[in-house]
């Protein structure tokens, strides 16, 4: 069983660091080189343990959305908290990620969409990034039309086009961070956006 820990705990580092090549340079321009560097593991080691460069993408990206994305949305539910505020934390929480030093500015997801858009990417690796891209849009679009403050706000009413609106202000963020924009220029823009869809 010890040996077993280890191991996992091995591939936990080992998937953080290549999900930080992926982020830095996206699926194409990840080589296996710079993959296994990273890892701190041969090429034999790294197909043994995870297959393929296409299937260590898949384990990456789900890496990815369990530590970095989905530690987000806490804020979206805090009791005794407008929903102004929750999406203000919620907005904030986000952009600040995409502006830590200790990782690539901008957005995992929002790169290798593009990427992903050019269609040279393999299929499985397009779905799943495709997915984690909407992931953001229904979650705000579910809160728009579930949420009591929402729909006595009359949110609820452009639910969709509401939560595309803050997705869209955050693949703007990322694109800002990856441009070494400063973070504090863009609270104002936040409040701007939330003001504009009625909060």
């Given at each position: 069983?010890?040996?077993?820990?280890?191991?996992?705990?091995?591939?936990?580092?080992?998937l953080?660091?290549?999900?930080?090549?992926?982020?830095?340079?996206?699926?194409?321009?990840?080589?296996?080189?710079?993959?296994?560097?990273?890892?701190?593991?041969?090429k034999?080691?790294m197909?043994?343990?995870?297959?393929?460069?296409?299937?260590?993408?898949?384990?990456?990206?789900?890496?990815?959305?369990?530590?970095?994305?989905?530690?987000?949305?806490?804020?979206l539910?805090l009791?005794?908290?407008?929903?102004?505020?929750?999406?203000?934390?919620?907005l904030?929480?986000?952009?600040?990620?995409?502006f830590?030093?200790?990782?690539?500015?901008?957005?995992?997801?929002?790169?290798?969409?593009?990427?992903?858009?050019?269609?040279d990417?393999?299929?499985?690796?397009?779905?799943?990034?495709?997915?984690?891209?909407?992931?953001?849009?229904?979650?705000?679009?579910?809160?728009?039309?579930?949420?009591?403050?929402?729909?006595?706000?009359?949110l609820?009413?452009?639910?969709?086009?509401?939560?595309?609106?803050?997705?869209?202000?955050?693949?703007?963020?990322?694109?800002?961070?990856?441009a070494?924009?400063?973070?504090?220029?863009?609270?104002?823009?936040?409040?701007?956006?939330?003001?504009?869809?009625?909060?």
């Amino acid at each position: 069983m010890a040996g077993g820990r280890k191991l996992e705990f091995d591939k936990q580092q080992a998937l953080e660091a290549a999900m930080q090549v992926f982020w830095q340079k996206g699926y194409l321009g990840a080589s296996l080189s710079d993959l296994t560097s990273s890892m701190g593991i041969n090429k034999p080691s790294m197909y043994s343990t995870f297959g393929n460069k296409e299937k260590l993408f898949l384990q990456a990206t789900e890496y990815y959305i369990e530590h970095h994305g989905k530690s987000h949305l806490a804020f979206l539910s805090l009791p005794d908290t407008s929903l102004r505020i929750r999406l203000r934390k919620f907005l904030n929480s986000v952009i600040s990620a995409q502006f830590e030093n200790s990782n690539p500015k901008g957005c995992y997801v929002m790169l290798c969409m593009t990427e992903a858009a050019s269609g040279d990417m393999p299929e499985q690796a397009r779905e799943l990034i495709s997915e984690a891209a909407g992931l953001f849009p229904a979650l705000l679009e579910a809160l728009f039309k579930q949420d009591k403050e929402a729909i006595s706000l009359g949110l609820d009413k452009n639910a969709k086009s509401n939560a595309l609106t803050l997705a869209t202000l955050l693949n703007g963020t990322a694109a800002m961070a990856r441009a070494d924009y400063c973070q504090a220029d863009l609270q104002p823009v936040i409040d701007n956006t939330l003001n504009g869809i009625g909060l």
